[in-house]
């Protein structure tokens, strides 16, 4: 016995979806006024009308054509060939490079306001000798 899929099922597209945007059913029904069973059978459904996908499109922030062409091997094919370099490069670009010491501007911070605590001490027992 072997079980196949269909492979435009628009209702599990959109389900896919809805979980990759970390969304509950209960979000999406809110956000399109139905209750969340029916976000329920929605997702169970193969086919769905133009007007309320492109409802369904517009609260999880993509378009229609996005959920219709929807598939997970593309989803997983784009993370895996994702090259982010903004750890190495920085906001700026391979340029922004630290050129002091980082825990150097702590210590002198402390030592400013362990100096600033030293000055009101001596003020304080300044007017108190008056």
Do not use: W
């Amino acid at each position: 016995m072997t079980t196949t899929t269909k492979p435009n099922h628009i209702g599990r597209k959109i389900a896919r979806i809805r979980e990759l945007r970390g969304m509950k059913q209960e979000t999406l029904a809110e956000e399109l006024g139905i209750s969340q069973q029916s976000v329920s059978s929605l997702e169970k459904s193969e086919t769905l009308e133009d007007e309320k996908l492109e409802s369904v499109a517009k609260v999880l922030g993509v378009t229609k054509e996005a959920i219709e062409n929807f598939s997970d091997d593309a989803v997983f094919n784009y993370f895996n060939n994702f090259s982010d370099n903004s750890i190495n490069q920085g906001p700026i670009g391979p340029h922004n490079i630290c050129n002091f010491n980082p825990l150097d501007k702590v210590v002198e911070l402390y030592e400013r306001l362990i100096q600033a605590e030293k000055d009101k001490v001596a003020y304080l027992e300044k007017l108190l000798k008056k």
